[in-house]
């Protein structure tokens, strides 16, 4: 509880009445103190069993069914005081800080009378991506004297997940249409478009088989019949996997990786739903899978991967270190925790000594289970990262895919690409960065030594472009 | 609960201000100061202007106290001068100060912190007398010397410490009230 300034400049009255009572040493001045420290202490008292007596219900929702960042979001809030005295005071719903009020107002002064339900509407506009905690409900209060001010907070804060930009949406649904991106390989299942019947050998002739499939040049060196076998060739089953380790959703200042990785995943699954492969989406931390979806087809699975992108974290805002003191390319984790803290540090030393001792952590391990219940069905992975707290597991599963056949696709959103692009950089700056390109190009010919293809991205480019580069050949 | 209204506030004032006047000495300088408060007071309560009347309340209460000779509060008819002559007036001006506001909110008396502000009242009143007694049963000398600046040290030091004690205590944190649900977005999409 707070004194007001009224408040102070009673007490102030009352000291220089206690001084005026020892110099003139007449008692008549510490009565009048005496008076006032009465009605002092009498609204202190009051407002304080005012406060305590407070019971007030606070019940907020958010009328869009969809929330994306940088659109207007209609928050109403219902207030019914429960007591049986008015409530006057200042009410402000609590908005977080990376939001602002869009129309309306989150705070105006009021009295709230008892048993009655009062409701206002407010618009507000998230300023990014990812879970928002808006509210609760504070009221600032002045006793009926005005000699005391309480701040109160009523209600719990509502936690609402905001979508990335609708911008990003209407992209992903525009270019699903347009861009196509196949990748065919053999399929031992049904599947919505078969591409193509592929040659994969000769077989003795079994009656039934189909006249056109008889290798007939074969019949009179052999004097027998044979057929030829085909396999068809459909769509490949395809998962994408969106790294959400701290090196990728850290800003250095600039872009956010993760924001932007997270729209092309999201357009890039669209494209490929649009194009007949049945498509999942994975993401993961340096721990384990946190949310996935099964591939699939459908306009559903386009709605369960926007629900699965949902649960990517928000990025981190990392303190920024003097470029120089900034480590050159990143061996092992020092990347993922380039201007960050002593703790992230030992956090991700921790989980490399965890993945040295054998566990099952991270992509490699997700995509190792994928491949054991796929029964030998060649799939198509793509994984989006910035190849830093993840690099090695991803390089593990390069190796892994290699080995079993399958296809890998790495989407590597380049650190320093996403670092205040308009800025002038010095000689140490730019040095720094041709030694982190040169070692992730060394990782990029490691990648594509084991089959794998490999893709760096910047902020400006866009899923389109990405998928044209795909078709280029140029991954 | 009690509301009392512009005019009953305006009488309480003028009531309060004469008692005030006719326990004083009145001189030219008590007789304009008090008109001078009067005058401020009104004119607070008129325009509902707090900061006015409260000026006007400050103005009344030196006044008052600079031209009321009371003596020492160890007798019992000085006790009553001081409560009834100085001490309620005093309290009711600042209380119609205080509430001189546009939409001011009607006095809802707890019975809670009515008891405790005339308790601590009544305890600094008589402070001076409690004191002088325990000093006449312990040390009836020094009892019986008990100077002015004693009596205002007794007076002022019962008051700090009362006003200390009584708003030592921070008021416990307001219900919460009902738990808030998830949004409708998360909700209808998950």
């Known amino acids: ?5 009224l408040g102070n400049l009673l007490l102030v009255f009352c ?15 510490a009565i009048v103190v005496v008076a006032l420290a009465s009605m002092f202490v009498y609204a202190r008292l009051q407002f304080a069993s005012e406060l305590r007596a407070t019971k007030l219900d606070v019940e907020r929702s958010v009328l869009e069914k969809m929330i994306f960042a940088k659109e207007p979001v209609t928050v109403k809030v219902e207030m019914v005081n429960r007591t049986t005295t008015n409530i006057y005071g200042t009410i402000e719903d609590l908005i977080p800080d990376d939001s602002e009020v869009a129309s309306g107002t989150n705070k105006f002064a009021a009295t709230l009378r008892p048993r009655t339900v009062e409701s206002f509407t407010y618009t507000l506009r998230f300023g990014k991506r990812g879970p928002h905690n808006v509210g609760g409900l504070k009221i600032e209060r002045t006793d009926s004297l005005g000699l005391f001010v309480e701040d109160q907070v009523f209600g719990h804060p509502t936690p609402v997940n905001a979508h990335t930009k609708k911008g990003s949406f209407n992209t992903a649904r525009r270019i699903a249409g347009k861009e ?24 003795d002739y079994v009656p039934g088989d189909r006249a056109r499939d008889i290798f007939w040049k074969a019949l009179p060196k052999t004097n027998k019949l044979m057929t030829k076998t085909f396999v068809k060739e459909t769509s490949l089953r395809t998962m994408l996997f969106l790294d959400c380790t701290r090196s990728m959703r850290s800003v250095g200042g600039g872009a956010s990786k993760m924001d932007h990785a997270v729209d092309l995943a999201m357009q890039i699954s669209n494209v490929l739903i649009s194009s007949y492969h049945p498509t999942g989406v994975a993401i993961y931390d340096e721990t384990s899978v946190m949310e996935i979806t099964p591939p699939g087809l459908g306009k559903r699975k386009f709605e369960d991967i926007v629900r699965v992108l949902r649960h990517v974290p928000p990025s981190l805002q990392l303190k920024e270190v003097p470029q120089e003191e900034a480590a050159p390319f990143p061996n092992h984790v020092q990347d993922a925790t380039r201007g960050s803290s002593g703790e992230s540090v030992e956090f991700l030393s921790a989980i490399a000594d965890i993945r040295g001792k054998g566990k099952d952590l991270g992509v490699d391990s997700a995509i190792k289970r994928l491949i054991t219940h796929s029964k030998g069905q060649e799939q198509l992975f793509i994984i989006v990262s910035d190849l830093g707290s993840s690099r090695n597991a991803i390089i593990g599963a390069a190796k892994l895919c290699q080995q079993s056949g399958n296809r890998l696709l790495v989407i590597h959103t380049h650190d320093d690409w996403y670092r205040r692009p308009a800025e002038m950089l010095d000689a140490t700056q730019v040095e720094r960065m041709y030694e982190n390109l040169s070692g992730y190009m060394k ?32 991954a | 609960m009690m509301d009392f209204g512009r005019d009953q506030k305006i009488v309480l004032t003028i009531g309060a201000i004469i008692v005030l006047m006719l326990f004083s000495q009145i001189g030219t300088s008590t007789l304009l100061g008090m008109i001078v408060a009067a005058a401020l007071m009104i004119l607070g309560l008129v325009s509902y202007s707090r900061p006015t009347s409260v000026i006007g309340m400050l103005l009344a209460s030196g006044s008052a106290a600079a031209s009321i000779g009371q003596q020492s509060l160890t007798v019992v008819g000085n006790v009553l001068n001081a409560a009834i002559g100085l001490f309620v007036p005093i309290y009711l001006l600042a209380w119609i100060a205080l509430s001189a506001e546009e939409e001011s909110r009607p006095i809802s008396l707890r019975r809670g912190p009515a008891l405790m502000t005339t308790l601590y009242a009544t305890v600094c009143l008589l402070s001076v007398g409690l004191v002088a007694f325990t000093l006449g049963v312990v040390a009836p000398a020094v009892s019986s010397g008990m100077s002015a600046l004693m009596e205002i040290a007794i007076v002022l030091l019962t008051a700090t410490m009362g006003i200390t004690i009584l708003t030592f205590r921070n008021p416990r944190p307001a219900t919460t009230g009902l738990v808030e649900e998830e949004s409708g977005s998360t909700t209808t999409e998950d």
Do not use: C
């Open chain 1, 443 to 474: 990782v990029e010919a490691s990648l594509k030594g084991t089959g794998a293809s490999y893709l760096r991205v910047g902020p400006a480019d866009s899923a389109s472009r990405i998928v044209r580069n795909i078709r280029r050949g140029l």
């Open chain 1, 180 to 203: 196509h991106l196949e990748y065919s390989g053999p399929s031992r299942t049904p599947a919505a478009v078969i591409r193509e019947q592929e040659f994969s050998g000769i077989r």
């Open chain 1, 15 to 29: 000291i220089a009445m206690a001084f005026a009572s020892v110099l003139f040493m007449s008692i008549s001045w």
């Open chain 1, 1 to 5: 509880m707070r004194v007001s300034p």
